[in-house]
């Protein structure tokens, strides 16, 4: 079938993202099963008798214990450790590229809505699924994670009372929580391998998008990305220290250890803990904590359902602006509800192929006329969709934001400030600063959306400066097809 012979032609390098993801998987998986023949996710308590002298002598759990013995006595393990904690953090990396890639480029719109929602649950899977993975060493640093779960899971009304004994049993730390942390990891990784296998059917069946000047597609990217991102993975396990648990020392109820930071991607969930006000609400004898509520379930949670919900809005506000331009608004001033003019994409699909042109006014080639591209496979350039690319700059805004806010008090002491004031400059920054990227943003593609049309109509500069019968002197513009047959004249491999 068609769709299946293009299903791995890559014509532009952010589509490879994807396949960044996959690899990063698959080391994860491959790293997994191997760590799993050492490891054991007992909390019984034991005495360290390993080879790492300054350990040695103390109890310990069996999870720690094993967790020693596979990075410092089993040959190489320290380095599929590594390798695997480093593929979580390139996996979940990918992922966030690769959303933000389909949110620009408008690939989340049918028929592609399915790969859009599997992508957003990878996200969510793989926070939780590092998470449940960073709790397993039961370390002095997983330890302190595992205070953070328990205040944001009491946090929770009606059920997390349920959830704290499910997690913790009769009381913290217990002596289930390591082994129910592994049961889930193992199951989050299942989940993600299935969804996983589900988009690459979805791609096998409807094909890549592709812009509509883009370059020919390319059948040996995926092998050529796969030795890449496991190569890369094995430098980065190899020179690049993680996860030092000998260094942190065994999990204990009541200490914590000193400077501890989440993985990348929690980062936000931090710093939203750091700013947030200390409220509360008390409804009748129960207390809810605003404080910890908030940060780290309402903000998550409205975060992942604006983006699993944003295909069904964005097409409810198109078909809506449609019937209000259907009823009487001038076609020559008609816009849809991304503030992206209807010529720019739907118009120039409606012409027949022999006459379709991009937004430069170039016509496409030959090879692509060949090929009849179907509409649902064209992309958005960003600089199209004013609105859509705004709220994306807007989002990424936020949470640079709260990510900048979990270093609060580096901040405060690299500046000279009061770690209260940094505080307060991130409360009003998280609310300002969005709004501010927004509009930028949408000023900035408006203005490339003004230079397009400039150029269709006069020209491509040609850096030929000509002097006029008067004196002046003008610098020779040309069309822009000819400029373009004139740079292939020049370069013959393009």
């Given at each position: 079938?068609?769709?299946?012979r293009?299903s791995?032609?890559?014509?532009?390098?952010?589509?490879?993202?994807a396949?960044?993801?996959?690899?990063?998987?698959?080391?994860?998986?491959v790293t997994g099963?191997?760590?799993?023949l050492?490891y054991d996710?007992?909390?019984?308590?034991?005495?360290?008798?390993?080879s790492?002298?300054p350990l040695?002598?103390?109890?310990?759990?069996?999870?720690?214990?094993?967790?020693?013995?596979?990075?410092?006595e089993?040959?190489?393990?320290?380095?599929?450790?590594?390798?695997?904690?480093?593929a979580?953090?390139?996996?979940?990396a990918?992922?966030v590229l690769?959303?933000?890639?389909?949110f620009?480029?408008?690939?989340?719109r049918?028929?592609?809505v399915?790969?859009?929602?599997?992508?957003?649950?990878?996200?969510?899977?793989?926070m939780?699924?590092?998470?449940?993975g960073?709790?397993?060493?039961?370390?002095?640093?997983?330890?302190?994670?595992l205070w953070?779960?328990?205040?944001?899971?009491?946090s929770?009304?009606v059920?997390?009372t349920w959830v704290?004994?499910?997690?913790?049993g009769?009381?913290?730390?217990?002596?289930?929580?390591?082994?129910?942390?592994?049961?889930?990891h193992?199951?989050?990784?299942?989940?993600?391998?299935?969804?996983?296998?589900?988009?690459?059917?979805?791609?096998?069946?409807?094909?890549?998008?592709?812009?509509?000047?883009?370059?020919?597609?390319?059948?040996?990217?995926?092998?050529?990305m796969?030795?890449?991102?496991?190569g890369?993975l094995?430098?980065?396990?190899?020179?690049?220290?993680?996860a030092p648990i000998?260094?942190?020392?065994?999990?204990?109820p009541?200490q914590?250890?000193?400077g501890s930071?989440?993985?990348w991607?929690?980062?936000?969930?931090?710093?939203?803990?750091?700013?947030?006000?200390?409220?509360?609400?008390t409804?009748?004898?129960y207390?809810l904590?605003?404080?910890?509520?908030?940060?780290?379930?309402v903000v998550p949670g409205?975060f992942?359902?604006?983006?699993?919900?944003?295909?069904l809005?964005?097409?409810?506000?198109?078909?809506?602006?449609?019937r209000r331009?259907?009823?009487?608004?001038?076609?020559?001033a008609r816009?849809?509800?991304?503030g992206r003019?209807?010529?720019?994409?739907?118009?120039?699909l409606?012409?027949p192929?022999?006459?379709r042109?991009?937004?430069l006014?170039?016509?496409?080639?030959t090879s692509?006329?060949a090929r009849?591209?179907?509409?649902?496979?064209?992309?958005?350039?960003?600089?199209?969709?004013?609105?859509?690319?705004?709220?994306?700059?807007?989002?990424?805004?936020?949470?640079g934001?709260?990510?900048?806010?979990?270093?609060?008090?580096?901040?405060?002491?690299?500046f000279?400030l009061t770690?209260?004031a940094?505080?307060?400059?991130?409360?009003?920054?998280?609310?300002i600063g969005?709004?501010?990227?927004?509009?930028?943003?949408?000023?900035?593609?408006?203005?490339?959306?003004?230079?397009?049309?400039?150029?269709?109509?006069?020209?491509?500069?040609t850096?030929?400066?000509?002097?006029?019968p008067?004196?002046?002197?003008h610098?020779?513009?040309?069309?822009?097809r000819?400029?373009?047959?004139?740079?292939?004249?020049?370069?013959?491999?393009?």
């Amino acid at each position: 079938m068609p769709a299946v012979r293009r299903s791995f032609q890559f014509s532009h390098w952010s589509f490879m993202f994807a396949e960044i993801a996959v690899w990063s998987f698959v080391v994860l998986l491959v790293t997994g099963a191997m760590l799993m023949l050492f490891y054991d996710p007992g909390m019984s308590q034991v005495t360290y008798d390993g080879s790492y002298g300054p350990l040695r002598g103390l109890l310990v759990s069996q999870a720690f214990d094993s967790t020693m013995h596979l990075s410092l006595e089993v040959r190489g393990g320290l380095l599929i450790r590594q390798m695997h904690h480093w593929a979580a953090l390139v996996f979940v990396a990918a992922v966030v590229l690769q959303l933000l890639r389909m949110f620009l480029t408008g690939v989340f719109r049918r028929p592609r809505v399915r790969q859009w929602l599997i992508w957003v649950a990878l996200l969510a899977l793989g926070m939780f699924a590092g998470e449940t993975g960073n709790a397993l060493p039961d370390d002095m640093l997983s330890g302190g994670s595992l205070w953070l779960i328990m205040s944001v899971v009491q946090s929770i009304p009606v059920v997390g009372t349920w959830v704290m004994s499910l997690l913790f049993g009769s009381g913290f730390p217990g002596d289930t929580v390591i082994p129910v942390m592994y049961g889930g990891h193992l199951l989050l990784a299942a989940v993600m391998g299935v969804l996983l296998i589900a988009r690459e059917l979805l791609v096998r069946r409807h094909g890549h998008s592709r812009f509509v000047a883009s370059l020919p597609a390319r059948r040996s990217a995926r092998p050529l990305m796969a030795v890449a991102t496991i190569g890369m993975l094995i430098i980065l396990g190899f020179g690049f220290q993680i996860a030092p648990i000998w260094l942190y020392g065994p999990a204990r109820p009541t200490q914590i250890s000193a400077g501890s930071v989440p993985d990348w991607y929690m980062g936000f969930l931090d710093g939203a803990l750091r700013i947030m006000p200390g409220w509360e609400l008390t409804l009748g004898n129960y207390t809810l904590s605003l404080a910890v509520l908030v940060p780290t379930v309402v903000v998550p949670g409205v975060f992942f359902t604006a983006l699993a919900a944003y295909p069904l809005a964005e097409r409810f506000l198109l078909a809506r602006r449609g019937r209000r331009d259907a009823l009487g608004r001038p076609g020559s001033a008609r816009r849809d509800a991304l503030g992206r003019p209807a010529s720019t994409r739907r118009d120039a699909l409606s012409k027949p192929e022999s006459r379709r042109r991009d937004a430069l006014g170039r016509p496409g080639s030959t090879s692509r006329v060949a090929r009849g591209t179907p509409a649902r496979d064209l992309l958005d350039r960003p600089r199209d969709t004013p609105v859509k690319t705004a709220i994306a700059a807007a989002g990424i805004t936020f949470y640079g934001l709260l990510w900048a806010a979990a270093a609060n008090d580096q901040f405060a002491h690299q500046f000279q400030l009061t770690v209260n004031a940094v505080t307060i400059f991130f409360r009003y920054a998280v609310v300002i600063g969005p709004v501010v990227a927004f509009v930028v943003t949408r000023w900035i593609c408006l203005a490339l959306q003004h230079s397009d049309r400039d150029v269709a109509e006069h020209g491509m500069e040609t850096g030929i400066i000509t002097r006029s019968p008067d004196g002046g002197f003008h610098e020779r513009m040309a069309p822009v097809r000819q400029e373009r047959d004139r740079h292939r004249e020049l370069s013959p491999s393009a």
